[in-house]
């Protein structure tokens, strides 16, 4: 119930439909009866700098950012975490005192998710497909966390080169094309592959890059960063292998629940989180 002293959070991006953040925070402001509300705010193209005044005027406690502004959304911020700074992105704010602190939750959320299916990164090799605004995330993530190797394979040399001279300073980082030898000696020797491409998001569920998966170390854990569908092409096929592997919900739901936390100072049952965003996506496809 909403009421005079409701805290008011919510996210900032355009389009919004398809966002699964305000039912998955709702959902679990109402379970740990925190009276909190969460809304979301489509930010017209032009207007970022406006929506980050009006939120501070209006008293919000913290604001998730999407898709198109999480880059600029570095130019309103007073203070960055160091997270935030390597990816150059910002995904959450927490606003205090009139001041405005800019996160970037994906990569501990990332690395959240890895953890929860005991899955260790400490001295691993790692494949990440995809030069993106996800892959930055997860780039930092795992540096952070002492992987051995990070090798990042796309499709053009010109953004695989400006990605790792970003990460130089974290960890050993090193870049290929995609299907070129060096791509296919990691696909040999990594122990976790992460696509960090769009391909097989809805509604192209039954696209997948095109792995050679005969290749690829039969002990390795394959992610997908995708979350909807719940089971990509690219997982199916990694399974059919029989490779462990780890969907994009968990990131999802990590990257909320560290935002949750710094928001209301609550952490939150993120059981709660998963069983929302599971039931709607299967709901969504139920009706497709
Ligand atoms: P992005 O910034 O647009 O980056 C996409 C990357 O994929 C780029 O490197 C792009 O290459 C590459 N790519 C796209 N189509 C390709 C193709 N056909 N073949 C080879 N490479 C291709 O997108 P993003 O923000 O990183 O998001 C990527 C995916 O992660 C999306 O599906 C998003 O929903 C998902 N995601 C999930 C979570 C989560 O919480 N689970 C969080 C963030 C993102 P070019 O640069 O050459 O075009």
Same mark, same amino acid.
């Given at each position: 119930?909403?009421?005079?002293?409701?805290?008011?959070?919510?996210?900032?991006? !355009?389009?919004? &439909?398809? *966002?699964?953040?305000?039912?998955?925070?709702? @959902?679990?402001?109402?379970?740990?009866?925190? +009276?909190?509300?969460?809304?979301?705010?489509?930010?017209?193209?032009?207007?970022?700098?406006?929506?980050?005044?009006?939120?501070?005027?209006?008293?919000?406690?913290?604001?998730?950012?999407?898709?198109?502004?999480?880059?600029?959304?570095?130019? !309103?911020?007073? &203070?960055? *975490?160091?997270?935030?700074?390597?990816?150059? @992105?910002?995904?959450?704010?927490?606003?205090? +005192?009139n001041r405005i602190k800019g996160f970037n939750t994906d990569a501990p959320g990332f690395i959240a998710s890895l953890r929860a299916k005991s899955v260790e990164i400490k001295n691993k090799k790692v494949l990440v497909l995809g030069a993106g605004g996800a892959a930055r995330a997860v780039c930092c993530g795992l540096l952070t966390e002492n992987a051995k190797q990070v090798m990042v394979a796309a499709r053009n040399q010109k953004k695989i080169n400006e990605f790792v001279a970003r990460f130089l300073t974290l960890g050993n980082i090193t870049g290929c094309l995609l299907e070129s030898e060096e791509y296919l000696q990691s696909l040999q020797e990594c122990d976790i592959v992460v696509n960090c491409t769009p391909i097989g998001m809805f509604p192209h569920n039954s696209e997948c890059l095109p792995i050679p998966w005969n290749l690829i170390n039969t002990k390795a854990c394959v992610c997908d960063l995708v979350?909807?569908?719940?089971?990509?092409?690219?997982?199916?096929?990694?399974?059919?292998?029989?490779?462990?592997?780890?969907?994009?919900?968990?990131?999802?739901?990590?990257?909320?629940?560290?935002?949750?936390?710094?928001w209301t100072g609550v952490k939150p049952d993120n059981s709660i989180m998963l069983k929302t965003v599971e039931q709607e996506l299967l709901k969504q496809f139920a009706g497709t």
């Open positions: 119930m909403v009421d005079g002293k409701t805290n008011l959070t919510g996210i900032f991006g !355009y389009p919004l &439909e398809h *966002s699964m953040s305000p039912l998955m925070h709702n @959902a679990c402001f109402l379970a740990h009866k925190l +009276n909190y509300c969460y809304v979301p705010l489509r930010v017209k193209p032009g207007m970022l700098k406006d929506a980050v005044n009006a939120v501070k005027v209006l008293g919000f406690r913290g604001i998730n950012v999407t898709i198109p502004y999480k880059v600029e959304m570095l130019n !309103y911020v007073d &203070e960055l *975490s160091h997270e935030a700074e390597y990816i150059g @992105a910002v995904n959450t704010i927490v606003i205090e +005192n979350y909807n569908p719940l089971k990509t092409a690219f997982l199916s096929k990694a399974e059919e292998y029989g490779l462990k592997t780890i969907g994009g919900l968990g990131m999802l739901v990590y990257q909320g629940s560290i935002a949750f936390e710094m």
